[in-house]
């Protein structure tokens, strides 16, 4: 098909909830991408920081044909090896000592409050309000949307679910304030994202453990995107010395394949019994397979500290480059490779340079440019996307 006939028939089939680039993507390697005027794209989003390994990860590719030869789908009344093999990693790599798998981050976010609100019921105690944050975002379904402190996402949709109160980030009085005898959790971002990767202090998050742990309620970690090594660490937990009672994962942990997990303690596991909650599709063995070689890979080429290093790579480039245009950009913040570099305008139209320049680049929060890019990412391909970032500004200072 010719280009603009999959860009009209896009727009004239596709309900218009996004705003797309107006170029298809055909085929990936690593951190390249082509599109179907085979213009090459340096990947610094990975698909919203999807792509640990970039496209097309040989084991990655080959563990999803293998499996997809042997199983396609099998429905959770019956055990899968894939699937339990997995658990049984996460728990290896992470304080969880139980999963529950779904196909998303908002899904593992909805199995997160309804777990809390269980453990409560169970035990004869009606506590079932979560406190979440300002400026959060956890997602597009009802629970999840209703514990999102952004109204730009919830606009239109109400009602929402009640028993959702809202806390200032990294503020601990304004939690404190908050908590009641219907508490049953805290449900917070350890950076948040959508927001505008704001980070959470040190001190902040440890409170916030010894808060939840006195009142004997929840600490659940939103690391759907902060998660699977991005920030320099597997979870962005480690970087605070606490352990949440639950945490979220979603978006990079498939390997590229839709799914999400819920990982919580034995404890806050006590909650669910059997047909309490289900996901059809959750833990599907190619999926479970595809995610396996992922995290494997991720350990064997201690992508990790990786990202660390490269990371603090990017994010000293990104500090010169604000001190070159004080004008146009004020702050970096992030860790490993999740870092946004603040404007004082709308990030959009530099996003659009970007991409004239061969860079896929992010947004956050409309002012913040986010710099996501795989894990694979090496120091030359740094220079490389600031090179074309540079190009990109030259072109967005001409336009006022
Ligand atoms: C992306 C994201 C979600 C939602 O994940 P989906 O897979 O789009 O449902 C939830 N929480 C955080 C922190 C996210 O970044």
């Known amino acids: ?6 860009i009209q028939d896009g727009d004239d089939y596709l309900l218009p909830v996004y705003n797309r680039q107006k170029i298809v993507l055909m085929r990936g ?15 610094f989003f990975s698909g919203i920081a999807v792509n640990g390994l970039g496209q097309a990860y040989p084991e990655v590719v080959n563990a999803i044909i293998e499996e997809t030869k042997k199983l396609g789908h099998v429905s959770n009344y019956y055990y899968n090896e894939p699937n339990v093999k997995l658990a049984k990693l996460l728990c290896d790599v992470s304080f969880a000592q139980k999963v529950f798998f779904c196909n998303s981050g908002t899904e593992a976010v909805e199995a997160a409050i309804k777990l809390a609100r269980k453990c409560f019921r169970r035990e004869g105690q009606d506590k ?8 959060s975002f956890h997602g597009r379904t009802y629970g999840s949307l209703s514990a999102t402190g952004q109204v730009k996402y919830q606009e239109g949709l109400e009602p ?24 049953a959790a805290v449900l917070v971002e350890t950076i948040q994202c959508e927001g505008g ?4 202090e040190p001190k902040f998050m440890t409170e916030l453990r010894e808060l939840t742990k006195e009142k004997g309620i929840f600490l659940i970690l939103d690391e759907v995107q902060t998660g699977m090594g991005r920030t320099g660490k597997m979870w962005a937990y480690q970087h605070y010395g606490i352990e949440p009672d639950m945490m979220t994962s979603a978006k990079a942990l498939g390997g590229g394949l839709p799914m999400g997990a819920l990982l919580v303690t034995n404890q806050a596991a006590q909650g669910f019994k059997p047909g309490d909650h289900a996901s059809t599709f959750g833990g599907n063995p190619i999926v479970s397979a595809a995610s396996i070689a992922t995290i494997e890979a991720i350990l064997m080429k201690d992508l990790v500290a990786h990202a660390a290093k490269e990371g603090e790579y990017l994010k000293l480039a990104l500090m010169d480059l604000q001190k070159e245009n004080p004008k146009l950009f004020t702050e970096v913040r992030g860790k490993g490779l999740l870092l946004g570099l603040e404007m004082t305008r709308k990030a959009g139209s530099l996003v659009n340079h970007c991409l004239h320049q061969g860079l896929l680049i992010g947004t956050a929060h409309e002012t913040v440019l986010r710099f996501t890019p795989p894990l694979i990412t090496t120091k030359s391909d740094i220079d490389l996307a600031l ?8 072109e967005e200072l001409k336009t006022a």
Do not use: C, W
């Not at 390697?29 to 990947?43: A, F, H, K, P």
């Open 387 to 394: 090179a074309k970032l540079r190009k990109a500004i030259v």
């Open 160 to 183: 929402l679910l009640p028993g959702f109160k809202f806390a200032n980030f990294n503020n601990i009085d304004s939690v404190k304030k908050l908590i009641g005898e219907k508490t």
């Open 197 to 200: 990767i704001y980070p959470a």
């Open 29 to 43: 390697e690593g951190n390249q991408v082509y599109d179907s005027e085979r213009t090459v794209y340096l990947d």
């Open 1 to 6: 098909m010719e280009t603009y006939q999959i």
């Open 128 to 135: 079932f309000e979560v406190i979440s944050f300002h400026n």
